[in-house]
């Protein structure tokens, strides 16, 4: 939503759950943009005061661009997004024990777990491999 952006000592953060995050001037240059441009389709979603609007509005009125359409329209223009979100996730998913990452993003704790699964380092073949020195 609009208010998730805030300026602040000439930088811009999103806020992601209780943490604002930093963003590259590029990045914040482009979310401006949007900002600026975002409409509803729908007619009460233009009725929405401007902070309670989303800056990826959906089709229907009060409801964001669901994470599929977005991906969709981006890949259009050449961006795919599914490698970035998956080294991203493998990234989170080293660093995090799976309750933790489930709440943080939302997902189910199954593909959490399954996720924290990929990246888990399996450490008995390279102590069987060192066992033959």
Do not use: C
Not at 78 to 98: F, K
């Amino acid at each position: 939503m609009h208010q998730d952006i805030q300026v602040r000592e000439g930088n811009a953060y999103i806020q992601v759950g209780r943490h604002p995050l930093l963003l590259p001037p590029a990045l914040a240059r482009l979310l401006n943009e949007q900002m600026e441009k975002a409409t509803s389709r729908s007619l009460v979603g233009r009725l929405t005061p401007r902070a309670a609007s989303w800056i990826f509005p959906g089709a229907l009125a009060g409801r964001p661009i669901d994470g599929p359409k977005l991906s969709g329209r981006l890949l259009r223009h050449g961006i795919d997004v599914r490698a970035s979100r998956n080294t991203a996730l493998m990234a989170l998913a080293s660093d995090l024990p799976a309750p933790i990452l489930s709440e943080m993003l939302g997902i189910h704790i199954n593909t959490a777990v399954e996720w924290v699964g990929h990246v888990k380092r399996d450490w008995a073949a390279y102590l069987a491999a060192r066992g033959g020195e």
